[in-house]
């Protein structure tokens, strides 16, 4: 099956720095998400993107679904932007394969 | 409109006990799927329904686990013989049809097993 992986593993940034967070897919795709999970444990959705970009405020994304790998921009960090983002992927099946997610702190 | 929500949002239970962990979907979502995720992983797949019937199954640990949507909505997690390899949070998703595959989280169950 299709494999997922983020990197960085870990981020630390300071507030008002930029970001990229990136995930690579092993296989073509029907569907790349990105969640940002809460500290409760929430998975929130920030982009269904199986291809293309989208933008939505500070918060941006582009998948190259030839090239297998997707990109998530975080302008102008804040604090309230800490978490962990995960990238996740579905071949086939509607099952979506989860990478191991990316751990951001924004310190202020 | 409401999201997916999951009760009970923590449970704790003894090694051996059989738990249910319930799950109401989007409503008019057709499609819902379980999570597993243990700590500092991303979350595993596990069963996916469409409407009433499981269609994939394939993420289900062993014969402990079994999942139910009898309805078409809400959805039933049943794991027997809790071990505490069981423990994690759980986690619910649907979307609107298979065709359109964007799916929707609830908040978790977690679940501790001593």
């Known amino acids: 099956g299709i494999q997922v992986e983020q990197s960085p593993p870990d981020l630390i940034l300071q507030e008002g720095a930029n970001s990229t967070l990136r995930c690579n897919f092993s296989d073509s795709v029907n569907n790349l998400q990105w969640f940002h999970q809460n500290p409760w444990g929430q998975l929130i959705n920030l982009f269904y993107i199986p291809s293309g970009t989208k933008q939505n405020g500070r918060l941006s994304a582009t998948t190259v679904a030839t090239e297998r790998y997707s990109l998530l921009y975080i302008s102008s960090s804040q604090t309230t932007d800490s978490g962990v983002y995960f990238c996740?992927?579905?071949?086939?099946?509607?099952?979506?394969?989860f990478g191991a997610g990316t751990i951001l702190r924004v310190k202020s | 409109g409401a999201g997916v929500s999951q009760t009970p949002s923590n449970k704790v239970t003894e090694k051996g006990k059989y738990v249910e962990l319930r799950c109401d979907p989007i409503s008019g979502h057709t499609a819902l799927y379980w999570y597993r995720q243990s700590l500092g992983q991303g979350p595993e797949f596990l069963i996916y329904?469409?409407?009433?019937?499981?269609?994939?199954d394939s993420g289900l640990p062993n014969d402990r686990f079994f999942a139910v949507r009898p309805e078409g909505s809400v959805s039933t997690l049943k794991i027997q013989r809790t071990e505490r390899g069981d423990s994690a949070m759980y986690l619910c998703?649907?979307?609107?049809?298979?065709?359109?595959?964007?799916?929707?989280f609830g908040p978790g169950t977690r679940l501790t097993v001593t």
């Open positions: 996740a992927a579905e071949e086939y099946g509607n099952k979506l394969v």
């Open positions: 329904f469409q409407g009433t019937g499981a269609a994939d």
């Open positions: 998703a649907s979307s609107l049809t298979s065709g359109s595959p964007e799916q929707y």
